[in-house]
């Protein structure tokens, strides 16, 4: 069993919530949990890089000097790649870098990246942080109390897509609020801290039971 730490509205500690490690998978997966993360992070890859090759370069195709009897080594056009100014060889040019994984997959990558961050005690579950109108100095200091300093990369999931919180925490510097059904393996690993609302937290265990 692995404790979850708590803490309530006023951010004080509460009683730990205690998750079975067989809830995400018994043990950390580093293999799936590493390609889902390549996969992720081809799949940002603009893949815009280009260079022009011999046929798309400048230049004449007339054969610079006759084949033989000249005393020089035999060239071809201006555009070869050995000269300068030529086309390149097996440059670059704009592709698509995306591919998909299994869903089953991707679940375990997920499952894989909550469970290490929970073990290294790197997920924090708090009340609700606002309720009324946005306060994003009401974020930030709660944020503290509980033991993340400004500055400090957090993942703060919601159980659905929660406006009022996002416009709080938008201008927080390394804050990113995203919703349950949203969250990845690549964005659970990547900050610091994950923290999330107690009815995201329920809802969670509740889907893996």
Not at 128 to 157: H, N, R
Request: a positive charge; aromatic letters at 6%; one cysteine or more.
């Amino acid at each position: 069993m692995i404790e979850v730490k708590t803490f309530d509205a006023e951010g004080n500690s509460a009683q730990p919530i205690e998750v079975a490690e067989d809830l995400f998978g018994g043990e950390v997966k580093a293999r799936l949990l590493r390609e889902a993360l390549l996969m992720y992070e081809n799949n940002q890859r603009e893949g815009n890089a280009s260079v022009l090759r011999r046929g798309e370069v400048a230049g004449s195709t007339r054969k610079l000097w006759r084949q033989k009897h000249t005393g020089r080594a035999r060239v071809g056009d201006a555009r070869s790649p050995i000269r300068r100014g030529g086309g390149s060889v097996f440059g670059p040019k704009p592709r698509d870098y995306r591919y998909s994984m299994p869903k089953k997959a991707v679940r375990g990558a997920l499952d894989a990246a909550l469970l290490a961050k929970m073990k290294d005690s790197e997920v924090v579950v708090v009340e609700c942080l606002v309720d009324g109108e946005p306060k994003t100095k009401t974020v930030a200091s709660y944020l503290k109390t509980i033991g993340i300093p400004q500055g400090t990369t957090c993942l703060y999931v919601t159980p659905e897509l929660d406006t009022l919180f996002y416009k709080s925490a938008r201008n927080i510097d390394g804050m990113v609020v995203m919703p349950l059904s949203q969250i990845n393996a690549y964005a659970v690993v990547r900050p610091a801290k994950v923290v999330f609302s107690r009815k995201a937290f329920e809802k969670l265990l509740e889907e893996r039971r």
